[in-house]
């Protein structure tokens, strides 16, 4: 059950970060900041299928996440998160096109280490 | 020099924090309502709804759609691959409040994974945040 709700939890993450991501850059960079103007912006925003389908991904992790640290502790729960870091990182090379150089992949690498690190007692 | 660069950079920087602040802030207060609330293990909404009427649950899920929002808008012009690990200070920042706020042992092995998390978060702290060619104003590094 606990590896179960695990694959749910870094597919469920991958999947929403990922959609946020695609949905986010059709529709471009955010500048203005007034309440009108994010008005606008959330009413584009509820019409992204890429935007909706992230949140329902991000729901899915959440409550998964929930369910998984009432059964397991969560030092067991915290290290399942950073699989989902090589995952969504190699994802934004293929998928979002992202230019990753050395530095960022030894970055996300050292990242990951240290959640798996921290989970420990 | 004001260069786009430079501006994107720093509103990067902005928003990365309020990610940070609202994710750990939120994720605090929604624990301390649920030692509250009890067990959750049902499929049914209702307890979840309920669970929301305690005032602590009700601040963290305000925090966390913030947190959300804020999110959205960073990756609106940041790069995933960059602010993926960037958003990861919010365990650093986890454990130094353990630590020094409630008092919490942190053992080695843990100091240890907050210096590689920090040394993971420099390095790519030194990357642009924007990569991809998509936007029309861009910042090329």
Redesign the interface.
């Known amino acids: 059950m606990k590896w179960i709700l695990i694959s749910i939890i870094v597919l469920a993450t991958t999947a929403g970060?990922?959609l946020?991501?695609v949905g986010?850059?059709h529709?471009?960079?955010?500048h203005d900041f007034r309440p009108g103007a994010l008005g606008r912006v959330a009413s584009a925003?509820a019409q992204s299928w890429h935007?909706m389908a992230s949140?329902g991904a991000?729901a899915v992790s959440f409550f998964a996440f929930?369910?998984l640290i009432?059964?397991a502790d969560l030092s067991f729960a915290v290290p399942a998160t950073a699989a989902s870091?090589i995952l969504?990182?190699i994802?934004?090379?293929y998928l979002?096109?992202?230019?990753?150089?050395w530095?960022?992949w030894?970055?996300?690498?050292?990242?990951a280490?240290?959640?798996?690190?921290?989970?420990?007692? | 020099m004001t260069s786009p660069v430079k501006a994107l950079q720093l509103k990067t920087r902005i928003f990365t924090a309020i990610v940070v602040l609202t994710n750990v802030l939120g994720n605090s207060f929604l624990s301390r309502g649920m030692q509250g609330v009890g067990e959750l293990l049902s499929f049914s909404p209702l307890p979840y709804i309920r669970a929301l009427f305690n005032p602590w649950v009700a601040v963290g899920v305000s925090l966390l759609i913030v947190w959300l929002l804020s999110h959205m808008a960073l990756l609106s012009w940041a790069d995933l691959s960059y602010v993926l690990p960037m958003t990861s200070i919010a365990y650093v920042l986890v454990a130094l409040v353990g630590r020094f706020l409630l008092h919490e042992h942190v053992s080695p092995a843990r100091w240890l994974g907050v210096t590689l998390i920090m040394a993971g978060v420099t390095l790519v702290g030194h990357t642009a945040p924007r990569t991809h060619a998509a936007h029309k104003r861009g910042a090329a590094a």
Do not use: N, P
């Open positions: 970060e990922v946020q991501a986010m850059r529709h471009g960079e955010i925003l935007i949140i991000m929930m369910s009432s059964i870091y969504e990182t994802f934004a090379k979002l096109k992202e230019h990753i150089g530095k960022r030894i970055g996300t690498l050292l990242v280490g240290g959640v798996v690190l921290l989970a420990l007692e």
